[in-house]
């Protein structure tokens, strides 16, 4: 029995493929789940224009992140804080601190998107890399001076 999967399913397929199947797995198991859907002519051809959508829909996104990249490539972000020995400073500077500053500059991130190890506790220059999807990570600098 020919199925098209609804969700990606390991060792058989990712959404939106048509996958052959045995009878049984795919009535009393993939149908009723609603991990898939039984192949016939009416289902492919809306299969066709959801996948024509989900495509149109990625490349906007796509677009999207480039232009977020481009924006962040050449950004330095300047901190301001006290200090109490040594270079180190009182409290530090986390991932919250940097989606603040980079809102300032008008450039909108998520918190998680920000991947610190450990909060910043040192004067210094950082590079601190933002994730923008799984694949694109752009590193900017984050600039830790003293406050007078």
Known sequence: MEVILRKDIPKLGKAGDIVKVKDGYARNYLIPKGLAILANQKTIRAL????????AKAERERKKLESLAEKLEGISITVYRKIIEDDRIFGSVSSIDIVNMLKEQGIKVDKNQVILDEPIKKLGIFEVPIKLSSDKVVNIKVEVLEEK
């Not at 959801?50 to 495509?55: D, W």
């Open 48 to 55: 066709e224009n959801q996948r024509k959508i989900i495509l």
